[in-house]
């Protein structure tokens, strides 16, 4: 699940794995694919007024233009479904800006309900704001993730699919650098100890309840833990799984 501004980070739609392609990639939901859909079904239907067509074809070939990996014409009639379903809910306009990271959270949910995913990875990324210079803008966005993770703990509590058999992963891919006195806070390019440090939360079934891991430990065991957790070896993962976090 990403966010419509950010087409260069949907890096899961491809690998260079050997046995990666049909059986394991995995499909993107954002609104940047949704727009890609939209117009080629306004384009599809012919029903619009000519200025209407005009513009679609004109935004669906710059939104092609950005997905440089050649992957958003390649989505499966289930994912069709699911934003025609969306559409219908939505309907095609306010779309002109990037709506954050509560679409993201209800972009997840309704993933949960519709699609039913073995694996969901949510690219929150409202915290990035605070490179505009106001510390506020950072410590908002925390608390916008927050509720959207009480949401998805809520909806998998709900889902009987779901429900005491999912595990959370949540890290961020970078910290912050702690100096007060920097014109733009919270920065994280400076090279600073605290720009470094991250911190991880991991909880449901098979994850040891209420243990701290007070040793430093590298980011890229989350993918070979994470497979372990799901019951295969991530052999291409660089990290180590983290056998102490789990039953």
């Not at 095609?92 to 997840?108: Q, V």
Request: proline share 4%; glycine share 10%; charged share 25%.
């Amino acid at each position: 699940v990403n966010g419509e501004d950010r087409p260069q980070e949907e890096y899961l739609t491809y690998g260079g794995h050997a046995h990666y392609g049909v059986s394991y990639r995995s499909e993107v939901i954002g609104l940047f694919r949704y727009k890609i859909h939209k117009f080629r079904r306004i384009l599809e239907e012919k029903s619009a007024p000519e200025d209407v067509l005009v513009d679609a074809e004109k935004q669906l070939k710059e939104l092609i233009g950005q997905d440089y990996r050649g992957t958003a014409g390649t989505s499966s009639k289930v994912i069709d479904g699911f934003w025609d379903r969306w559409r219908e809910q939505y309907g095609d306009t306010g779309l002109k800006n990037p709506r954050g990271d509560r679409l993201l959270t209800e972009l997840a949910v309704r993933a949960i309900q519709e699609l039913k995913p073995r694996l969901m990875m949510i690219n929150y990324q409202d915290p990035d704001y605070v490179h505009w210079g106001n510390a506020s803008h950072y410590t908002r966005a925390i608390g916008v993730i927050d509720q959207g993770l009480k949401r998805l703990v809520d909806a998998v509590e709900l889902h009987p699919a779901y429900k005491n058999r999912t595990v959370f992963a949540i890290v961020p891919d970078c910290g912050r650098d702690a100096n007060a006195l920097m014109s733009v806070p919270f920065q994280h390019h400076f090279n600073t100890r605290s720009a470094h440090e991250i911190f991880g939360l991991v909880f449901g079934p098979g994850i040891a309840k209420g243990k701290v891991l007070d040793k430093p430990v590298d980011q890229t065991s989350i993918a070979a833990t994470v497979g372990a957790i799901m019951g295969f070896k991530a052999d291409a993962s660089e990290g180590r799984v983290l056998s102490e976090i789990l039953t």
